[in-house]
Antibody
Framework: EVQLLESGGGLVQPGGSLRLSCATSGFTFSSYAMSWVRQAPGKGLEWVSAISGTGDSTYYADSVNGRFSISRDNSKNTLYLQLNTLRVEDTAVYYC???????????????WGQGTLVTVSS | DIQMTQSPSYVSASVGDRVTITCRASQGISSWLAWYQQKPGKAPKLLLYAASSLQSGVPLRFSGSGSGTDFTLSISSLQPEDSATYYCQQANSFPHTFGQGTKLEIK
C-alpha cells in the first residue's frame, strides 16, 4: 500500500524558514517523480514544486521560485521541501504527492499525503 | 505558464441529474489533463487522467473528454456522495497548474 506521511508543519513568523518532510512507503520511491501541492484556507489547489525520480530535475511555481527548495533522499524514501523567506500568503496545507505512473512525463497525481499545515503569522 | 479556467465555479443539481464541468487551457496541452475530486478536510482524489482515462476504482458515471484546449468532466446520474469540489490540472508543461475549482452541490 502506497503511503505518504508529511511532517514539519507549524507556526512560523514572516521571513522565517521551515522544512517539510514526506516519508514514503509501499512503492519504489526512486522510480517516481514527486510533487508538493498546497491549499490556502478556503482556497483552491496550487501546484508548488516537483522533482524527478533521480532528483536531477526540479521545477517550481513562480510564486515560490527562489524561496523554496525541493529535494529527495532516495536512500531514505523521503521527500523534502525547504521553505525560506516565508510570507503570510504561504499559509496553507502542504500536500506531498506522487505521480500516478513511473513514466517520462506526468499523467497526474495518483497518491496524496494527508497534508501538513504551515501557518505564517506574527 | 499555462492558465486553466474552469466553468462554472458553482453548480447545484439533483440526485440522478447529469452534470458537465468544463476546463479550458490557455494553450494546447494535447491530452495531458487530470481531474480530481476533493471533499472538505480531505486530500484530493484522482478521477481521470490523460483527459479520458478512468482511474481504478472510480465509478463509471464519471467520464472525461477533450484534447488541445477544451476539456469536459461529466457525471451522469448524480449521487449524494458526489458533492465535492472538482479540479482540473494540466500536466503538459511545468508548472502543472490547476483550475480554480468547481463546487458541486447536491440539492
Amino acid at each position: 500500500e502506497v503511503q505518504l506521511l508529511e511532517s514539519g508543519g507549524g507556526l512560523v513568523q514572516p521571513g522565517g524558514s521551515l522544512r517539510l518532510s514526506c516519508a514514503t512507503s509501499g512503492f519504489t520511491f526512486s522510480s517516481y517523480a514527486m510533487s508538493w501541492v498546497r491549499q490556502a484556507p478556503g482556497k483552491g489547489l496550487e501546484w508548488v514544486s516537483a522533482i524527478s525520480g533521480t532528483g536531477d530535475s526540479t521545477y517550481y511555481a513562480d510564486s515560490v521560485n527562489g524561496r523554496f527548495s525541493i529535494s529527495r533522499d532516495n536512500s531514505k524514501n523521503t521527500l523534502y521541501l525547504q521553505l525560506n523567506t516565508l510570507r503570510v500568503e504561504d499559509t496553507a496545507v502542504y500536500y506531498c504527492a506522487r505521480d500516478l505512473m513511473a513514466i517520462s512525463g506526468s499523467l497526474g497525481i495518483g497518491y496524496w499525503g494527508q497534508g501538513t499545515l504551515v501557518t505564517v503569522s506574527s | 505558464d499555462i492558465q486553466m479556467t474552469q466553468s462554472p465555479s458553482y453548480v447545484s443539481a439533483s440526485v440522478g441529474d447529469r452534470v458537465t464541468i468544463t476546463c479550458r487551457a490557455s494553450q494546447g496541452i494535447s491530452s495531458w489533463l487530470a481531474w480530481y475530486q476533493q471533499k472538505p478536510g480531505k486530500a484530493p482524489k484522482l478521477l481521470l487522467y490523460a483527459a479520458s482515462s478512468l482511474q481504478s476504482g472510480v465509478p463509471l458515471r464519471f467520464s472525461g473528454s477533450g484534447s488541445g484546449t477544451d476539456f469536459t468532466l461529466s457525471i451522469s446520474s448524480l449521487q449524494p456522495e458526489d458533492s465535492a469540489t472538482y479540479y482540473c490540472q494540466q500536466a503538459n508543461s511545468f508548472p502543472h497548474t490547476f483550475g480554480q475549482g468547481t463546487k458541486l452541490e447536491i440539492k
